[in-house]
C-alpha cells in the first residue's frame, strides 16, 4: 500500500508540506507530491484545504499548479499517440 504526501499527514503537517512543496527544495519529493495529485482526490482536497490557510504562497502554487497540469496533459496526449 502506498502513502500519498498530502492525504496521510492531515492537519497542520500538511501545511507544512505545501511549504516546502512551494519552495522547492526537494525536486524528488516535488514529483511525488504531483503524482499524489494527478491520482489521488483526497490528495487534492487536502491540498485546497492547506492552500486555503496560507494565502501567502497562492502565486507560487499557482504557477506550479499551471506548469504540474501541463506536464500531465502533455504526458496523457503522448500516451494515446
Known sequence: MSTCCW?????????????CY?????????????EDLCYCLECVA???????????LHEILWELETLRLINHFERSMRAEV
Open 7 to 19: 492525504c496521510t499527514p492531515g492537519g497542520g503537517s500538511t501545511i507544512d508540506v505545501l511549504k
Open 22 to 34: 512551494a519552495s522547492n527544495t526537494r525536486p524528488s519529493e516535488l514529483q511525488t507530491a504531483d
Open 46 to 56: 487536502e491540498y485546497h484545504k492547506a492552500r486555503d490557510e496560507v494565502p501567502s
